[in-house]
Structures are given as C-alpha cells and as structure tokens.
C-alpha cells in the first residue's frame, strides 16, 4: 500500500455527516435506504446460510461469524445483523455517523463495536472478518482499487463479501441521479456522481490477485407498482455481487 493513501473522499465524508441525525428516520433523507433494506438483507441473509450451511430457523443463525460492515452509517445492516448473531464491527469514515450509530445500537441494546476509521485502517491492524458487508459505499471512496483490495485482505479463507452500488451506465444516470435526486427527490441532490458510479468489471478488476473472486451477481429494480425494491437479472442501474475467499 502506498504511503499516506487513503480512500477517504472527505467531500462525502463531510455530506454525509451533516445528514447523519436522520439516519434512523424512515420518512427522512435516508428513506430510500429503508426502502431497500428488506431486498438486500434478505439476499445476505439467504446468501449466508446457503454458503455457510446455516439453520434458517434458528434465532441466532450467525453465531460465531465475525462480520465486518464497512461504511455501515447510521448502522442501518449492522443491526439486524447482530440480532441474527453475527459478532458486528461497523465502521465508517464520518465520526458523526459513528456515533448516531453507537447511540442507536445502545437503545437497541445491541453490542455492537462501531469504529470511526477506513478499510486501509482495518486491514492495517491485522483486522479479518468470515463476512464483509460493502454496500452502497465504493461509489463513495475517493481510490475504489485501494478501498476493495484492503477488504478483500481481511476476508477470511471460506469467507464472504457482498457488494452493492449503481451502474456506471446512462441508464442508471437517468434514473439513479436524474430521476432518484432532481425529479423524485428520494435523495438528496449531488448524493451521487456520474463519473464516481462503478462497472461490475471494474470491481472484478479490483479484486483480481487478491485471491477473492465474485460468485454472484444480481441486479435490484424499484417496483413502483408494488412499492418496493425486488431482485433482477438487469444490473445496468442498482447491483449487488457475492464474492467468496476458498477455504
């Protein structure tokens, strides 16, 4: 790793820091991220107990993994999570969202061991996790091949990481960041850039020689009629990839 890099883009840091009190209010900035939820944690939450041949019907089916949930924010995955089982370290870059998370989890009356600090950080630290969670966070870092290939470090052999952002497409420039922040409003204005959105390949790209190859790939649409976000075979706008270390 070169000396001094980081994957910290402190322009996000500092936006998504001054929204970070309403991370846990579904009507509010982070409405679309409630909205998603349910898709995503139900693809972890099936991925998992299929790869690590899991009991569904257990209370606490992810015992015993250590999971790491990067750019976890207000600690909207990192929850759940823990009440599945899974031993949690949330960190993020923005000390705000740190602590709205921390203040959160302590409500919740969850532990969970969230960090203010970056994926370089963790893996420096000797850090490594059965599970990584990396969900609408690389479009986010300022150096996305630094930011990937410290977490595929820290995954541990057998282990599993998922991925989630948009497309770098026109398609998702009209209907993530045109239709999403300037006519929907769903989110706030300037929340994504075009040119920052990562290509599935440039992900793989990413993870080539680190040993951690994707498995999975599924694309996620937005049912308007139904209200909710639901799985798909097209990744041209939102996807989501599965990448797993062998044992």
């Known amino acids: 790793m070169a000396e001094g890099a980081t994957t910290i883009d402190q322009s996000e840091v500092e936006r998504f820091s001054r929204i970070a009190a309403e991370w846990w209010d579904p009507t509010g900035k982070f409405k679309p991220l409630h909205k998603f939820n349910p898709v995503r944690l139900g693809y972890i939450r099936e991925t998992l107990l299929e790869h690590f041949g899991r009991d569904g019907t257990a209370g606490k089916p992810f015992e015993g993994l ?15 999570m823990a009440r599945l089982g899974a031993e949690v370290v949330g960190a993020d870059a923005s000390e705000t969202n740190i602590e709205v998370a921390k203040i959160h989890a302590a409500q919740s009356e969850l532990a969970i061991d969230y960090r203010a600090t970056t994926s370089e950080a963790l893996q420096e630290a000797g850090e490594s996790f059965d599970v990584i969670l990396n969900m609408e966070v690389v479009e986010h870092v300022a150096d996305v091949d630094l930011f990937m290939k410290s977490c595929a470090a820290m995954l541990r ?78 990744m041209d706008v939102n996807y989501m990839m599965v990448a797993t270390r062998a044992e």
């Open 66 to 80: 250590r999971l790491l949930d990067i750019g976890c924010g207000g600690g909207l995955l990192s929850e759940p």
């Open 157 to 234: 052999p057998g282990g599993v990481m998922f991925i989630a952002t948009i497309n770098r497409t026109l398609k998702a420039y009209g209907l993530a960041i045109l239709g999403a922040e300037y006519v929907l409003r769903w989110l706030p204005r300037g929340t994504h850039q075009y040119e920052k959105l990562v290509r599935p390949d440039e992900i793989e790209a990413a993870l080539a020689g680190t040993g951690v190859e994707t498995v999975k790939r599924s694309g996620v649409f937005f049912n308007p009629l139904a209200d909710e976000w639901r799985l798909s075979s097209d």
